[in-house]
């Protein structure tokens, strides 16, 4: 059974889509990255498969049934996200009592060593918070809950640098022990390019790209030489973005680059580079913006 399975899935608001006709499926055990430009629909899909809205058509599926206001499958769930909201006059230590007593397989030890890690002071009233340690109290949470699908909506953007390295670094080694299936949302697409086995792009709505991570690097590369054999060796291929200096192109090509494709560039004087995966999505969707 898929973890989450969506068909068709479209959410309006008034004159706004937000999700266009997507459709996927998450099966279990694997970091998923959800990602995609401002207002691209992220957060949404996020809400409607965590039950905290419906859609407007098609079908979403949760463990097998339908999320909307259904406690059984959404007590396996845990949703952080940045603008989290907890009870003000609470202390953290009360905050953490409260996610122990709603979060079946939450691991009190886990959750008291990532309080340690991330220096959260627990008798601390959570209005008295820095966002920094509200970012940690959430991804605390979210790690501790264990929950069989995690979501982390950009949850960590007010951590530092050196915080959000701790957090990814404790993510991937927890998830190692305890396998479950964790859909990240971010814009630093580069900080997690590591951990990201598959990814969900979403594009004014619609998911333009639905990959394993691996393949999609592989997908994309930076082809650089003379002019009039960049422009020849590109046009087997989806030419995504040109830049000309002088007599020289660099371009980003998506397509097939297996060991023939190589060789063929090779001989017509072209430099093949990978890019990040970061690169590949802002390609991706600035070419579907450019074509527009
Ligand atoms: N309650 C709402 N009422 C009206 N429009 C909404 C509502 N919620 C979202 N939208 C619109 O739906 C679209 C998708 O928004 P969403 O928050 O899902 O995007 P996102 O990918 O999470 O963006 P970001 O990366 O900026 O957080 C946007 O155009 C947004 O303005």
């Known amino acids: 059974m898929s973890v989450v399975a969506a068909a068709g899935l479209t959410k309006r608001f008034g004159e706004v889509t937000a999700l266009d006709d997507v459709t996927f499926t998450l099966t279990g055990d694997k970091i998923y990255g959800l990602l995609g430009r401002n207002g691209a629909g992220k957060t949404t899909l996020m809400q409607l498969i965590t039950g905290q809205n419906s859609g407007t058509s098609g079908d979403l599926m949760l463990f097998g049934e339908r999320p909307y206001e259904n406690e059984r499958v959404l007590s396996r769930v845990v949703f952080i996200k940045e603008s989290q909201t907890y009870p003000t006059a609470y202390q953290v230590r009360h905050v953490l009592s409260l996610a122990k007593r709603l979060f079946p397989n939450w691991d009190e030890d886990f959750a008291q060593s990532l309080v340690d890690d991330f220096d959260l002071p627990r008798k601390r009233k959570v209005r008295k918070l820095s966002r920094g340690m509200l970012s940690a109290l959430g991804v605390t949470i979210g790690l501790a809950a264990r929950a069989p699908l995690t979501f982390f909506d950009e949850p960590y953007l007010g951590l530092d640098a050196v915080a959000r390295q701790l957090f990814y670094d404790r993510l991937l080694a927890d998830y190692a022990e305890n396998p479950r299936t964790v859909v990240l949302s ?23 790209l639905d990959a394993p991570s ?8 930076e082809a650089s030489g003379p002019a009039a054999a960049v422009d020849e060796f590109a046009a087997a291929h989806q030419a995504l973005h040109r830049e000309q200096l002088g007599g020289a192109v660099r371009a980003s090509l998506r397509g097939s680059f297996d060991d023939a494709e190589r060789t063929r560039a090779e001989k017509l004087g072209i430099d093949l580079a990978p890019v990040s995966l970061q690169q590949a999505v802002v390609r991706l969707t600035t070419e579907r913006t450019n074509a527009r």
């Open 186 to 208: 971010t814009h630093l697409i580069d900080e997690v390019a590591d951990l990201i086995e598959h990814v969900l792009l979403l594009d004014r709505g619609k998911l333009l």
């Open 214 to 221: 691996d393949e999609l690097r592989g997908e994309v590369v």
